[in-house]
């Protein structure tokens, strides 16, 4: 009888883990329960998309406007929470904070009903909490007491208010919705993956988000709009950046924002953000960052033969809002929570504890002898 062959994917790339209605990533596209990304791009408000996500088809009027003021509502910090998201030290990272925060703000959590219901209040809340957090914070660290939450504001612009004060202009508004919903799910990526795999021992739903935003922190998954961002900063001109990149590659150094795992001729979303960068810089006076923009593009296709991925466009079109760039990653976290919590609901409704093996590559079998006896084990002091 032959032998089972035991195939090995480093990073399980490649590997199908399990079965999801949520989102389809392919080559030249990526579609939401079926919808294509870019045309709810171009239609949709998140708190649509949002729903969409969580509930498998698109609300009604009456479905989006009560989940626009429950998320409203969820905008409201505990004093138990704020005062926490107050006291942390300033020097500790927003993504910190809100791996922190979230946590906490499990403790006090009124979700009514039972199973699914719960399931959804939770997520409902978690992803209006995340905006007051990210806030709430920018704030704290002004001297200054959170804001309440403003009724009339979609998502995205009570994200910007709840930021930086004041209600954003149309513009702003527009693209900051757009980014959400691009970044709002994106099938077994790693922060996904990893509250799949807490939701699978059954543990609850903060934890669950609490392991994705933990795992979105690490810098080879969350961080690269950041790191984007301050890389196009850091030239003046188009000819100042290709030599910049030439050099930065030479030295061997990582350059954020480009390749994909599943996108290897291009991601679409960033030609989607890409349109809105010329409207942006333009309003901003700033058009040569444009031709920054492009020259580190065209210079990583030469050199490298990488596409940008989403990151990148999001990196310069954060900045052109005037956002800081602390809470790039968290707006990641802010918009990516609905998928999460899409994710988490699908894998309690058809559980099975994800459990995967490993190869190993250790000594061989060995007996154990006592220091003290004749062939025990000896390493020289030093």
């Known amino acids: 009888m032959s032998e089972s062959v035991e195939m090995y994917f480093p990073g399980l790339e490649g590997v199908i883990a399990g079965e999801t209605a949520i989102s389809s990533v392919e080559q030249d596209g990526l579609s939401y329960r079926g919808y294509e990304v870019a045309d709810l791009a171009a239609h949709a408000s998140f708190e649509e998309v949002a729903w969409l996500l969580l509930h498998g088809e698109l609300p009604v009027p009456h479905e989006r406007e009560s989940f626009q ?27 910190d904070v809100l791996r922190t925060a979230v946590s906490l703000a499990a403790h006090d959590d009124a979700s009514q009903g039972q199973g699914r219901a719960r399931l959804l209040a939770q997520a409902t809340r978690v992803i209006g909490l995340i905006p007051a957090l990210i806030g709430a914070r920018l704030r ?18 009570q994200i910007l208010y709840l930021a930086l004060g004041q209600p954003p202009t149309p513009l702003h508004e527009r693209v900051l919705n757009l980014t959400l919903i691009l970044y709002a799910e994106h099938e077994f990526n790693a922060s996904t993956f990893a509250a799949r795999v807490c939701a699978s021992t059954l543990s609850d739903l903060y934890s669950a988000v609490v ?12 961080g690269a709009n950041e ?15 290709r ?20 996108y290897k001729h291009g991601d679409h979303r960033a030609r989607i953000v ?9 309003e901003r006076g700033e058009p040569w960052r444009l031709e920054v923009y492009q020259a580190i593009k065209e210079t990583m296709w030469e050199e490298k033969r990488l ?12 900045f052109l809002l005037g956002l800081p760039v602390e809470i790039y990653t968290p707006l990641f976290v802010a918009a990516r929570a609905s998928g999460w919590c899409a994710h988490i609901i699908e ?16 000594p061989p079998a060995r007996q154990y002898v006592a220091a003290a006896q004749p062939g025990g084990p000896v390493r020289t002091a030093g």
């Open 347 to 362: 894998q309690l409704e058809n559980n099975r504890l994800i459990r995967p093996r490993s190869r190993y590559i250790g």
């Open 140 to 157: 704290a660290a002004q001297g200054l007491e959170p804001l309440a939450p403003d009724p009339g504001l979609s998502h995205a612009a």
């Open 211 to 222: 392991a994705a935003i933990a795992t979105l922190k690490g810098p080879l998954h969350g």
């Open 307 to 318: 596409h940008p991925n989403l990151d990148f466009p999001c990196g310069l079109a954060y």
């Open 274 to 282: 890409e349109s809105c960068l010329p409207e942006l810089a333009a």
């Open 243 to 262: 030599r910049g990149i030439r050099d930065m590659l030479a030295r061997k150094e990582r350059i954020m924002g480009f390749g994909h795992r599943v």
């Open 227 to 241: 790191a984007a961002s301050r890389l196009i900063q850091q030239f003046r001109s188009a000819e100042e950046a």
């Open 69 to 95: 003021q429950a998320l409203t509502a969820h905008a409201t910090l505990s004093p138990l929470v704020a005062e926490v998201v107050r006291r942390i030290p300033l020097h500790v990272e927003m993504m």
